[in-house]
């Protein structure tokens, strides 16, 4: 069995990854504009964990999975195959994956994964009631808790304890981990930028740089953490994007084209 990698980068735009420098994330393989399931956080990371990862229309594999094609002629219906996917309660389908239980991090454990995983939002935070929906079903979690957004800051603790875990497990593991540098407010380890007082919102300029180097920032963090692990599927996507000043809308949680475009990146290890 391979391992299973799944990365989540918070709020992260589809034009804002476009126009980033990132070689080790860009070396990974093709990338694509894709709409994510949800407009924020927590609903974006329960439909993720049934299976049900940001989609194109693009008639490919693993990406483009919602759509229902019908066959010239024979009227026959289409579906592409769908990367992880419950056996239940949806019709059958076309899958890489198919598992059983409320959601996937419990079917890969079902069938032998251990399931590792570490959020960065107070989405993933144990200790909240809503928390425990997200971090309750993995074998092993983290959330680095502290004062004010410095969770969103975690990304090196993040690696660094999922590569001890990893490193532990005597069997596949099913890793997945939800960066939060790249979430307002636009902050990483040592930018400097998490001692200012002044609330990036209403400075579109300001917002779209940090941004984009947080995910510069996060380009190495992955890295270091991808050289380390061997045979594994990967997916790599924003969970959800970010107004930045466009109609007037400021961050997300709302049906907007900047909240709904996505960077997407699925890796199936052959």
Known sequence: MKNKV????????????????????????????????????FPAHMSFFVGKLPQTTDKTDYYDTSAIRFQRFTGRAIRRKQLWRLGNPEAPRPAAATVEGENIIVGFRSQGYRTIGTGAMNWFNPNLPAGRYLSEPFDKFIFFEGPGSSSHRSARRQVDWALERTSES???????????????????EGSGWEEEKKNPYG??????????ACLEYLDGEIE????????????????????MGEDGLWGHGFAHETVLDVPLLINVCS
Do not use: M
């Open 203 to 212: 400075d579109a300029g300001k917002c779209w740089d940090r941004q984009k």
């Open 6 to 41: 799944f990365l989540t980068l918070d709020s992260l735009r589809w034009d804002v990854f476009d126009a980033a420098n990132t070689p080790f994330l860009s070396s990974l393989g093709t990338w694509k504009k894709a709409q994510t399931q949800a407009t924020y956080t």
């Open 170 to 188: 005597e069997t596949p593991f099913f890793l997945f981990i939800n960066f939060g540098e790249t979430h307002h407010p636009f902050s990483f």
């Open 224 to 243: 270091r953490l991808l050289s380390g692990l061997r045979e594994f599927d990967l997916v790599i996507c924003g969970d959800h994007g970010e107004a």
